[in-house]
Every structure is written in structure tokens, then in C-alpha cells.
């Protein structure tokens, strides 16, 4: 049974921190991308950040790129987002997703997904 559970959203003040975390279960950890998206209120649901589990590469949206740092722990099988420098247009609900290949991931064609986490930012 696959799962991705995200969690560690809340409440911050602009310009604080918060990290998510992806924990998953029912697959081959490794064999995985894992890519962040997110959806703010009224607003489409857009990717901002990858990472390829097997070899580490990591990419971001320029949005983000800078703030956010993406990672991994493999003995856990978990994925985290780490998110400084937070601004009120960073608000949204977070998701994780993972797919064997990954290479459309910014698009959202991801073979699994998380419920998602809410991050509130105020101004």
C-alpha cells in the first residue's frame, strides 16, 4: 500500500521557517523521484522542487530557488523541504508526489501523491 505523508505545515510570520516532511511507504525509496508542489488559494497547483533520490540531484523554481532546500534520509525514507525566508505569497497547501522517472514532474505527471500539509505565512 502506497503512502506519502506530508506534515509540518502551520501558522509563520513572514520571513520565518518551517520544514515539511514526506515520509513514504510501499515502494522502492530509491528508485524515486520526489518532487514538492503546492497550491494557493484561487491559484493552480504548481511544482517548485525536486529531488532524485538514487543520486541526489535536486532542482527548484526560481520562486523558491535560494529559500528552499529539499533533501532527503534515506534510512528514513523521508523527504523534506526546508523553507527560510518565508513571504506571505508563500502561502498554500503542500504536497509531496513521487514517480519511477520523474522527467515531467514540473508538469505534475507524478505516479503518486500525498494529502497535503497548509502552510499559512503572515504579513
Known amino acids: 500500500d502506497v503512502q506519502l505523508q506530508a506534515s509540518g505545515g502551520g501558522l509563520v510570520e513572514a520571513g520565518g521557517s518551517l520544514r515539511l516532511s514526506c515520509v513514504v511507504s510501499?515502494?522502492?525509496?530509491?528508485?524515486?523521484?520526489i518532487a514538492w508542489f503546492r497550491q494557493a488559494p484561487g491559484k493552480e497547483r504548481e511544482g517548485i522542487s525536486f529531488?532524485?533520490?538514487?543520486?541526489?540531484?535536486?532542482s527548484y523554481v526560481d520562486s523558491v530557488k535560494g529559500r528552499f532546500t529539499v533533501s532527503s534520509d534515506n534510512a528514513k525514507n523521508t523527504v523534506y523541504l526546508q523553507m527560510n525566508s518565508l513571504k506571505s505569497e508563500d502561502t498554500a497547501v503542500y504536497y509531496c508526489a513521487a514517480d519511477p522517472d520523474g522527467n515531467m514532474w514540473y508538469h505534475g505527471f507524478m505516479k503518486f501523491w500525498g494529502q497535503g500539509t497548509l502552510v499559512t505565512v503572515s504579513s
Open positions: 529531488i532524485s533520490i538514487s543520486d541526489g540531484h535536486t
Open positions: 510501499g515502494f522502492t525509496f530509491d528508485d524515486y523521484v
